[in-house]
């Protein structure tokens, strides 16, 4: 698992992972938000609360 993030004003918050499948091919999430409010807060969870479903749906247990 590879992880890149970054954040600003107005809440913005940016998060790129990259894991590695057993068959060798990489699945990429890029997870972008901002907010309206200049002084609002960074909703640091939506990278997990996105990737976790993915991850279910892709990654499957044999």
Known sequence: MADRTGAGGYGTNDDVRIAWTDRGGPLILAVQSTRPAR?????????????????ETVVRPS
């Open 39 to 55: 002084d609002a807060p960074r909703v640091d969870a939506l990278g997990g609360e996105t990737a976790s479903p993915l991850a």
